[in-house]
């Protein structure tokens, strides 16, 4: 009976804190301040470190620490409870990957802008596809979106486009914080972008470069209908993986035929970790030689970033310098910083001009 | 150039978190003791709450608090870091939603047991099916394990099996901490089990048999290749979703035909929250009633305990009196308590006895 009594006691426990809808997180207000809770009855100094401001936290006797910020720029952002110096996520609202950890974070919603909400269109899925890579010795997940109809129109084959996440991040960025599914699936549905696959896998390991091409690609080409060709297969990034579309996407028109780069600033080497500043002449002679030859070999190249950011400058000399060169560049500067909200809105651009 | 030297330190800052492998999360010893270490300089007071016990870490000058635990059972733990008693998941390893929260975990290996790891065997994929329910005027997440071969042979349907979370978990559970695409791509190379699709969808929302009933299994059926009638469609969950399994998948034979039910210990009412201790009499009367026919109608009737868990000795007595009752009823006792080591190995038994 103890036993029986202990069961129900269990079950009941854990059923009590088992309801997400029921987190008490952070509560976004009517003039997109927003306020934070946290539970630390015992600790003496408490904030919340958002958009790289810290907000200290107050409390009212044995009430939860609590703090209402300014009104927060729209988009998605990283925070952290810190607790007597210990850097938290929040106990009381999902978790993301970003900023290396698994950080809490806030999606404060743009008046007028819902193209990547979730909506009554024909949805696509993602699929997480495991496969081993022989140079790294481990097995990988690429998070994979597949268009609506892929299943139903089984003799259709789809253009490709690899997508990066940026430092501190990994392959499921794309999908949770940038909402690439309801992007796609919009777009699609209005006819505004041509039905194609997103490949989002993890960036910062080992050679990039060298696990894009000879591994990533065929296996994604191995297991989905694509068309295997590179006038069918784009490659863009944010930040670091903007970085990685410029020194691997641009460095192999024989595999890319579309290049998008947003908020980089300025361009990685192969391989994870090693940055260089921009330069035309030393990183694409090619162009300097046949800028010709350039443009037939890109269909789209395209750059973008938030003026906010502390790359607009350089990236927006960057383009000046390719379209110097006599690059065909689509640059476009959005509202925010170093953000997701460009980068979603980038990625709507961006997608529409693909494979057309 | 102010700009552009920011703009450097900017990227080399986020470059230099960016590695998950660099993360220093907990060390798991030879003896399975662990190692766990927390950043907290300002705090007074730094522990760790794992498998409900906790250890009281300790520091050395401005070195990181540490700890070193006894040894722990082989198997998935959820554990906190709890500083100056605020209760906070681990920034350094990965986080699993569980306990009502995004938690962090430590997989302790056990010798000999690798059914459930990565295997160089075809393998399947899980898709995540975005899927509008009415009842709960929301969008929704099924994660379904898709088998190899589904795409290559597109004239073949598959039976299904529904695989439920446990209080406090979601969707993800059974992919990330039950490893169920690993488990069944190994079964299935082998030919232990018959190539079958796995939808693992949240519980805890609403009259959760009606979303099951009239919004997910209709979902699937229509974007799936599925053989759509209760022969080939299976229900099970662990803990919470072993409760439901009985309340919802035993009270529609109609629907499935094979039952799994894994340390619930009793059966929870249609709806969520809702538990009653079990009674043949009172919610079986169909059994006692008539065995022959309630047999018939079940291919599998699956349970199972970890013999640590406070709901063994209810779950052994339940399946005494199912079988007195004139059902058969298959149970396992499983080594270990209520924690995903026993899940896995009831997922990997059950799934070998359907749709035979």
Partial sequence: MRQFILSIALLLSVAAFAQPGMRRGPVINGDLSVTFRAQAPQAREVAVDICGKVYPMTREGDRPWQVTTDPLEPGFHYYFLVVDGFRASDPASPHFYGTGTDASAIDIPEAGVDFYLDKDVPRGDVRLVRYWSPSLKTWRTAWVYVPAGYDTHP????????????????????????????????????????????????????????????????????????????????????????????????????????????????????????????????????????????????????????TGDPRIEHTRKAAEALKAAGAKVHFTAWPGGHEWQPWRKSLHEFVQLLFR
């Fill in 155 to 306: 003799e259709r084959r789809y253009p490709v486009l690899y997508l990066q996440h940026g430092g501190g991040e990994d392959e499921t960025g794309w999908t949770k914080q940038g909402r690439t599914g309801a992007i796609l699936d919009n777009l699609i549905a209005e006819g505004k972008a041509v039905p194609m696959l997103v490949v989002m896998d993890y960036g910062q390991a080992g050679d990039f470069a060298k696990i894009l091409l000879e591994e990533t690609i065929p296996t994604i080409d191995k297991r989905f209908r694509t068309v295997a060709n590179a006038k069918h297969r784009a490659m863009a990034g944010l930040s670091f993986g903007g970085g990685q579309s410029w020194s691997i996407g641009l460095k192999h028109p024989e595999v890319f035929s579309s290049i998008g780069i947003f908020s980089s600033g300025m361009f990685g080497g192969v391989g994870a970790g090693a940055y260089a500043p921009f330069s035309v002449e030393s990183q694409l002679p090619e162009l300097l030689a046949d800028p010709k030859a350039f443009n037939a070999a890109h269909d789209v190249f395209y750059m973008s970033c938030g």
